[in-house]
């Protein structure tokens, strides 16, 4: 059975770090991102990382503050979150593909979904 299972995600302060764990299981992905869905609001990319790690891309609205890695010994990608904003609260979903192409920020062309994670910056 193919499973993504996020974890890590909760309640930190404005300036405050975390980092969101994506355990895969099932098969071998290839290109992994990290999405998030604010109330109200579509999903939006928030960052990609290729199978090997050498290739990654960030949403303008992160970069600098998330850092996306995986371990593939593990079957594990993670997003390192920094100096969180307000405007990060959402929920976080992973997200895999079969394949490792080129990193595209379009969810439709991700296979598999985790269940997400929620994300909450108070203001």
């Known amino acids: 059975q193919v499973q993504l299972v996020e974890s890590g995600g909760g309640l930190v302060q404005a300036g405050g770090s975390l980092r969101l764990s994506c355990a895969a299981s099932g098969r071998t992905f290839g290109d992994m991102g990290w999405f998030r869905q604010a109330p109200g609001k579509e999903r939006e990319f928030v960052a990609a990382?290729?199978?090997?790690?050498?290739?990654?891309n960030y949403a303008d609205s992160v970069k600098g503050r998330f850092t996306i890695s995986r371990d593939n010994a593990k079957n594990t990608v993670y997003l390192q979150m920094n100096s969180l904003k307000p405007e990060d609260t959402a929920v976080y979903y992973c997200a895999a593909k079969v394949n490792s192409d080129y990193l595209t920020r379009n969810s439709r062309f991700y296979h598999y979904w985790g269940q997400g994670t929620q994300v909450t910056v108070p203001s």
């Open positions: 990382i290729s199978w090997s790690g050498s290739n990654t």
